[in-house]
């Protein structure tokens, strides 16, 4: 059997070190301009979409896009990271509920200390008993809860309650329709 192998050409060791010597060399400042990878994962912004549970690294932020009818809450993390949930009125398919999506951010939380919470959004459209029983879940011809007025004391109650934290660490605040970021 005949092996055909193509023809190589084979390059000069010399001629190739000369090709490279023509090929400018960067600055010095060049290589400090880029991040690191590490410093690019503090510093990223982490998008949370409605009836997700995300984490920001030290120095990140959280973007909530598309706030209308939803609450956001967002968990400083002792260690300088932010936990964060999108709480909507009814279930995106796949995602959390919103009675699932308190024990699912402090399951993300864990054992960290937690310096503030902060809750943001559309906190008229809220019946504070949201967060423990979610719209879906009340069956046939049972009364679905509305909310009357902005209760940002209950929903401040329900979301310490769900998380385990102290009713003083948590602050609510109806901000209009948009893009929420927090820093």
């Known amino acids: 059997m005949t092996v055909i192998r193509p023809a190589h050409r084979s390059v000069p060791a010399m001629a190739l070190l000369a090709a490279l010597a023509t090929v400018p060399a960067l600055p010095a400042t060049a290589s400090a301009a880029v ?16 009836g997700q ?13 598309s706030v209308t009818s939803c609450l956001t809450i967002t968990v400083r ?15 995106v398919p796949g995602e959390y509920r919103s009675d699932e999506i308190l024990p699912a951010l402090r399951k993300r939380i864990g054992g960290r200390g937690v310096t503030a ?12 008993g949201y967060l423990t ?12 809860p509305y909310p009357t007025h902005p209760d940002p004391g209950g929903v401040a109650e329900a979301v310490a309650r769900g998380l ?12 209009p329709d948009g893009d929420i970021r927090v820093r």
């Open 35 to 50: 991040p690191s990878a590490a410093t690019v994962a503090r510093t990223a912004e982490v998008r949370i979409t409605e």
């Open 53 to 65: 549970v995300r984490e920001a690294a030290p120095g990140g932020s959280i973007l909530y896009p």
């Open 77 to 91: 993390l002792r260690g300088g990271g932010l936990a964060g949930a999108h709480a909507s009125l009814f279930q």
């Open 117 to 128: 919470v902060e809750v943001r959004g559309a906190v008229g459209a809220w019946y504070p």
């Open 133 to 144: 029983k979610a719209i879906e879940s009340y069956g046939e011809g049972e009364e679905v």
């Open 164 to 175: 385990g934290q102290p009713r003083g660490s948590v602050t609510v605040e109806d901000v």
